[in-house]
């Protein structure tokens, strides 16, 4: 009903910059948040920035002056630039969004996840 298409890994030197994109197709109503999270080997997933409509956006610890979310709402699409990256920043990201279908039922979903490496 919903599928989110993820793009923009890959590998990248520590101090370098990436841009992830997320979008959001099929039988969509409304969204209420979309966020980026992130999962290391061995470690359990990570929220990493959210934007929800209507409200602030808000980092992780971690990533704050570093990463920014922004979102297209025309599109239906989020996105994480970020900049400064450090080798701990590794990790498969993945897009969530919370939205209300065009059945008036509001689920959450995931994109499949696109792997970052920071490394030189």
């Known amino acids: 009903q919903v599928q989110l298409v993820e793009s923009g890994g890959g590998l990248v030197q520590p101090g370098g910059s990436l841009r992830l994109s997320c979008a959001a197709s099929?039988?969509?109503?409304?969204?209420?948040?979309m966020a980026w999270y992130r999962q290391a080997p061995g470690m359990l997933r990570e929220l990493v920035a959210t934007t929800t409509t209507g409200g602030p956006t808000t980092y992780a610890d971690s990533v704050k002056g570093r990463f920014t979310i922004s979102r297209d709402n025309a599109k239906n699409t989020v996105y994480l630039q970020m900049n400064s990256l450090k080798p701990e920043d590794t990790a498969v990201y993945y897009c969530?969004?919370?939205?209300?279908?065009?059945?008036?039922?509001?689920?959450?979903?995931w994109g499949q996840g696109t792997q970052v490496t920071v490394s030189s």
């Open positions: 969530y969004t919370d939205l209300q279908n065009t059945y008036y039922v509001r689920q959450d979903y």
């Open positions: 099929g039988r969509i109503f409304v969204i209420f948040t």
